[in-house]
DNA sequence: CAGATATTGTACAACTTTTAACAAACAGGG
DNA sequence: CCCTGTTTGTTAAAAGTTGTACAATATCTG
């Protein structure tokens, strides 16, 4: 979300001229709201969930854990469904614990394992804010695109959410 | 880049569900396919800016400098133009400065400001790496569209940029 | 030009994320 | 069984980020 440099620079060195692909100028701008996008709709989003005293990773969590079967999940499986490191989720899930929202539980035939569980807190919290959530969504970014758009965009992005879960994990 | 949970939870608050304007299928999974392809990217151009030994706000900071004239800029208008907090530039500016790509330098005409600059060795390493990161950026993203594709995101994208820069800095 | 107000960049403290190392438990082959 | 290798989740220390307060300077108002 935080790039750029993708066309010729002002002054390109005189080898790789010739064979770097720089983004044409189409593209360049479409980049360059792509990513500005993310980056201040993130920003946005985050600001609008401070109020519930929730981060947009603690959201994520809840989200997440309250479509899970029993409101539960392994660690690990929390971890790869919200593209964290092992160890960020470890500290979070202990924050999330010490707020009442997560409860970690023991994992009856796996004794390594451990579940996020939600608890009624947390499930409660879940159903305060999510409403406040989808309107943010809603108000910055869903709404001002028309139905076609947004039928195209899903289209157009799919393939490349393939390609990059794809890629995550091996290389 | 991650957040959820806006279609209606499992189970809704009878209260709320009425007035909650929760997405359409069509929209979920748009929503969701934007924001997983917006994290899993940052990941992936995150990874193949690493041999190189800089971070994707790193990279940003040199293709702003670059641009900028003189190729240096006051620190608060780098902050503003990377959408970083002043504290945090100027942490990441001590550090780029550690690694001798950027200066700081005296502001004549006002002497609380501050230049950032582009050392010698920030414009080479940018002529370096900025053809790798054209061809990550390719392959994971750009070449995965149509230029039809393409022009009908930006012409979407574009307003949004719009108003979520509007919002940034009032409320 | 004095005094109030705003701007600029840093410093400190609190918090979050990353990296690497680790202990515990499992799995599979001899 | 035992040995080796893997998986699971945590931890400690380092690195990065954020929020607040601050000193220095600039600017505006009368």
């Known amino acids: 979300m935080e790039t750029n440099l993708t066309e ?62 029993d409101r539960r999940m392994r660690m690990t499986d929390l971890a790869t469904a919200t593209l964290q490191s092992k160890s960020r989720l470890s ?17 009856p035939g796996d004794r390594r394992g451990l579940y996020a569980n939600l608890t009624d807190l947390g499930w409660e919290t879940m159903q305060k804010v999510a409403p ?16 076609e758009q947004i039928d195209a965009m899903y289209q157009a992005l799919a393939p490349v959410a393939e390609h990059l879960r794809g890629l995550r994990g091996r290389g």
Request: some cysteine; glycine content about 2%.
């Open 132 to 147: 406040d959530h989808v309107r943010s969504v809603r108000q910055h970014f869903v709404d001002r695109f028309t139905p």
């Open 8 to 69: 010729a620079p002002a002054v390109s060195a005189s080898e790789s001229e010739a064979e770097t692909p720089w983004l044409t100028a189409a593209e360049q701008r479409f980049w360059r709201a792509h990513l500005e996008v993310s980056k201040l709709l993130d920003y946005q989003l985050s600001r609008e969930l401070q109020p519930h005293n929730l981060a947009i990773n603690d959201y994520e969590i809840l989200v997440v854990l309250s479509e899970a079967p």
């Open 91 to 107: 500290h979070q899930i202990t924050r999330m614990e010490s707020a009442g929202l997560v409860l970690r539980q023991e994992c």
